[in-house]
Each structure stands twice: as C-alpha cells, then as structure tokens.
C-alpha cells in the first residue's frame, strides 16, 4: 500500500518538495543576510554604546517579509491538495470497488492513505515553521513580539497542529461529500472559521490573563514579548475611560480631566501640586499574557488541533467503514 500510495500521489509530493526547496533557498540566502544586518547593528551599538536607531532598524525585505506572513495559510494547502481528493476522488471515480476487492483490507488501505497524507503535513506544516522561525530570530529579538497574533500562528509547533488539522478535515470532507470539489471548499471555510474562532475567542482565555495597575505619571510596560490583551485608564470610581480620540494628557481624554488639570490641555503647562493630587485616584491598566507563557499556549494550542484531528479522521473512517460496508 505505501508503494500504491507513493504512485498516486508522487506529483503532488514532488511539487510539495519543490516548493520547499525554494523557500528553503530564499530563507536562508535572505535569513543570513538579515542576520548578518542584525549582528553589525548590535556590535555598533555596544562600541558606541548608543542604541538610539536601533528600533529603526530595517531587516530584510518587504517581499520576504509578505511571503513569511503569508505562511500563515500555507497549512490549509495541505488539506486542499492532500486532504480533500485523497478519499474523495477514490470515490468519485469509483476506484474504491476495484482496491477493496483485492487482498488488501479496508482498514490497512485507510491506515496507509490516511497515515501517510497526515505524515506529510506534518512534514510540510514543520518544515515551513522551522525556517520561518530561524528567519524571524533578529526580528524576534529586536521586536520581542512573538506572542502576537499572525506572528504566534507561523511560528514553533503550532503550524504542525494547523496542517494536521486542515488535513484531517480535508479528509473527512472528502468521506462525507463523496466530492473533491466541494470538498476543497469546506475545508478551506472550516479550516478558516475554526482558525479564526479558536484564535480570537478560545486562546485569549487559555489561561487566566495578568492585568497590572501603573501610576498614570509613570507608564507600563510589561517584559518580554507579551500579548496585550486591554489597556486603559480607571477614573477614581473605577470607570473605565473611553479611548482619547483627541487631546489627551497621560492618557486621560480631555473631557475627564479634573478641574485642577484643565491647564494641562494648554501648551508649556505644568502639572501643579493640585493637579497632582486630583489625578492620584486615576490608575492605567494593562490585561496581558506574560511571555512566560508562550511555550504553554503554543503547546496547548498545537493539542487543540491534533486532538481535532484525531476526531475528524476517526469520523471519516468511521463513516467510510459502515457506509461502504
């Protein structure tokens, strides 16, 4: 069956390995280049011991740059082009009366299809991160937001969940609507609802955030690549304060300002011991997920989607053994 299964889908794993390679040269050509940017800038700023333009610093190029964001879909590939027609153009056209007829069982013919398309996302999903985040390590260091969304999802192990999930679902499509096309279809609007529901609604709540008070005279900003989640001002009642959508003084809209203040709003003002002691009631906010939890949430999140997987392929066997039987 491995040998069955190489013959018709070599094609597909023959352009899958071709796109690889020439990522993989881009990155790397480009990659050492940025790295190279990055290691002359640091070894200036510590000779001169100013790093003022350091936040300044430009690395790599607009194109490359695109291209690792546009990463973000490169899973969903894997169960548009492996998924979805691996069981549904078997039977589409048929071929499954002819395969199940012969001495192989119907259950090593799944585990052979089905084990070796999950085996290559795999393979595709942690490829694609692996250079994506060698690619992003000067980046990473000078930007420390890795913890943000859309840099979160490319980067690490998740992507490996990602293409096992698309996969998955590609093929229990393919099982249920007994179509390619249509299959593609719903895979690619599953594998994007469930992305974007689990992103924007579960993750922020995978554990309980951290939410630190700061004296609005003095700011905040938590360490490490964190994930801001909410930040604001809390007036003395505890209301919080809607964002300045104009004049503002530390951050405090103008219309909220007590009345020892409203001097403030005045060019070359000063903030007079009355002014002072009015604004000691207001409080910034900042609600985050602390950088100490990266690895956790991209280990949770990666579960999520291979325990979704699991649970999709299941299905389609499943459906596939006693339907067919």
Request: proline share 5%.
């Amino acid at each position: 069956m491995t040998w069955l299964t190489w013959r018709q889908y070599r094609i597909q794993a023959y352009l899958g390995a071709a796109v690889l390679v020439a990522f993989a040269i881009l990155i790397i050509v480009t990659g050492l280049q940025m790295a190279s940017q990055y290691h002359a800038a640091i070894a200036a700023c510590t000779a001169t011991h100013s790093c003022v333009n350091q936040g300044g610093l430009f690395l790599g190029s607009h194109a490359v740059g695109f291209l690792v964001i546009m990463t973000l879909g490169a899973p969903v590939l894997a169960g548009l082009f492996w998924g979805a027609p691996l069981i549904a153009t078997e039977l589409e056209t048929g071929t499954t009366r002819f395969a199940w007829v012969q001495s192989v069982t119907r259950k090593r013919w799944l585990a052979a299809k089905i084990g070796w398309a999950l085996a290559a996302a795999a393979v595709w999903g942690g490829v694609i991160s692996g250079l994506v985040t060698w690619w992003s390590g000067p980046d990473n260091a000078l930007y420390r937001d890795t913890f943000n969304p859309g840099r979160f999802d490319i980067m690490n192990i998740t992507p490996v969940g990602y293409a096992l999930f698309a996969t998955a679902l590609g093929i229990c499509a393919g099982v249920l609507l007994r179509r390619t096309l249509p299959a593609m279809a719903v895979t690619l609007a599953g594998f994007i609802g469930v992305r974007a529901l689990i992103a924007l609604w579960l993750r922020p709540h995978y554990m309980h955030a951290v939410t630190a008070t700061y004296n609005v005279f003095r700011g905040y900003t938590p360490a490490g690549s964190y994930w801001q989640l909410a930040q604001g001002i809390r007036a003395p009642n505890g209301q919080v304060l809607p964002q300045p959508n104009g004049l503002a003084v530390f951050g405090i809209p103008s219309g909220f300002l007590p009345h020892a203040c409203t001097a403030l709003t005045q060019a070359g003002s000063h903030v007079t011991p009355s002014c002072r002691a009015a604004l000691a009631g207001f409080r910034g906010f900042v609600t985050y997920q602390p950088a100490s939890r990266y690895w956790a949430f991209q280990g949770i999140e990666t579960a999520i989607f291979i325990a979704l997987a699991a649970i999709l392929v299941i299905e389609a066997v499943v459906v596939l053994l006693r339907r067919d039987a």
